[in-house]
């Protein structure tokens, strides 16, 4: 069994800073990729980003030069660097890891962007 753990959610003034955080443990498997996606109030999930075994990167639109997703392999753990954040930035933020035909999703941490 594998568990996907998110942290690092909280409230931030716009224009301000968040670190999450998302740690696999359990079970070891071939992580093939790893993505964030949020899903805001009455809307769609969508990505935010996301970044492959071999460390190639994709962003959506809406977050491209102000967010940065990285990884340590060793801690089996993915980051979330989000600067600048604005208040249509808040949403629950969910980290999904995916194997081979598996994948596993955390329970989503609460950020919240208001003045």
């Known amino acids: 069994q594998v568990q996907v753990v998110e942290s690092g959610g909280g409230l931030v003034q716009p224009g301000g800073s968040l670190r999450l955080s998302c740690a696999a443990s359990g079970r070891r498997f071939s992580v093939v990729a790893t993505g964030w996606y949020r899903q805001a109030p009455g809307k769609q999930r969508e990505l935010v980003a996301r970044i492959t075994s071999g460390g190639s990167t994709n962003y959506a639109d809406s977050v491209k030069g102000r967010f940065t997703i990285s990884r340590d392999n060793a801690k089996n753990t993915v980051y979330l660097q989000m600067n600048s954040l604005k208040p249509e930035d808040t949403a629950v933020y969910y980290c999904?890891?995916?194997?081979?035909?598996?994948?596993?999703w955390g329970q989503g941490t609460q950020v919240t962007v208001s003045s």
């Open positions: 999904k890891f995916v194997g081979f035909g598996v994948e596993y």
